[in-house]
């Protein structure tokens, strides 16, 4: 079982439809969570980050994070085409040789439909 | 503003050459990295830099070295490209410290080569 797994999609919506991507984990360790956009042939751009179980909001963007179930979700309400996009998850925990291991998801690839 | 840019942007070499993929960042950020991001594996580090003067292996560093020349910039060498390593190189600066629990990652645009 890998650590971290992200549905690779692709996920088609119409404009304006609520959009939900998913994460789990299976490493309990794992203590900062994020998420990364990545547009094509861009390199990726951090959208948002959390640390503790819950929800964060920012503009139509949420992320929430349940640490029991070992889960992260990213929602995005009201959709736009300008959202099209790879959505990476990303989160650290503390390694063996005492540093942190930073590890991504293989990202989601959206496209929302005019 | 710039951020962080790497060049070439593609590059296409013959099994066997060497190359050099070039970063800089202007955001006076401490630590640089290198991933590659290949379909279905995701981005991967190959090696980091926490600081000036220092780099680190990551996940899969075999067949490539790095140079951290100062703070601004960090490059990537290929000393005898194989097909395996084609991929798209992203170069990465974060202002922590190497990887800590909240790091923070800004990328650059990436390189696209092609080994044949």
């Known amino acids: 079982q890998k650590e971290v797994e992200q549905d690779p999609g692709p996920l088609s919506v119409p404009e304006g439809a609520i959009v939900s991507l998913n994460c789990t984990y299976s490493?309990?360790?794992?203590?900062?969570f994020m998420w990364y956009r990545q547009y094509s042939r861009k390199g990726p751009e951090l959208l948002m980050y959390?640390?503790?179980?819950g929800n964060k909001e920012d503009g139509r963007f949420t992320a929430q994070v349940d640490k029991s179930s070992k889960y992260i979700s990213l929602f995005i309400r009201d959709s736009q085409p300008s959202d099209s996009a790879t959505y990476l998850c990303?989160?650290?925990?503390?390694?063996?040789?005492?540093?942190?291991?930073?590890?991504f998801g293989k990202g989601t690839k959206l496209s929302v439909i005019p | 503003n710039a951020g962080v840019t790497q060049t070439p942007k593609f590059q296409v070499l013959k099994t066997g050459q060497s190359m050099t993929l070039q970063c800089a960042q202007d955001?006076?950020?401490?630590?640089m990295y290198w991933y590659r991001q290949d379909p279905g594996m995701g981005l991967r580090l190959i090696y980091y830099?926490?600081?000036?003067?220092?780099?680190d292996k990551g996940e899969v560093p075999n067949g490539y070295n790095v140079s951290r020349l100062n703070k601004r910039e960090f490059s990537l060498r290929l000393e005898s490209a194989a097909p395996s390593q084609t991929s798209v190189y992203f170069c990465?600066?974060?202002?922590?410290?190497?990887?800590?629990?909240?790091?923070?990652?800004?990328f650059g645009s990436g390189t696209q080569l092609s080994v044949l």
């Open positions: 990303a989160m650290s925990r503390l390694s063996g040789a005492g540093s942190y291991q930073l590890t």
């Open positions: 955001m006076n950020h401490n630590s």
């Open positions: 490493n309990s360790a794992f203590q900062y």
């Open positions: 959390t640390y503790s179980s």
């Open positions: 830099s926490a600081s000036e003067g220092t780099t």
């Open positions: 990465a600066s974060s202002d922590i410290l190497g990887l800590s629990r909240n790091t923070k990652l800004f």
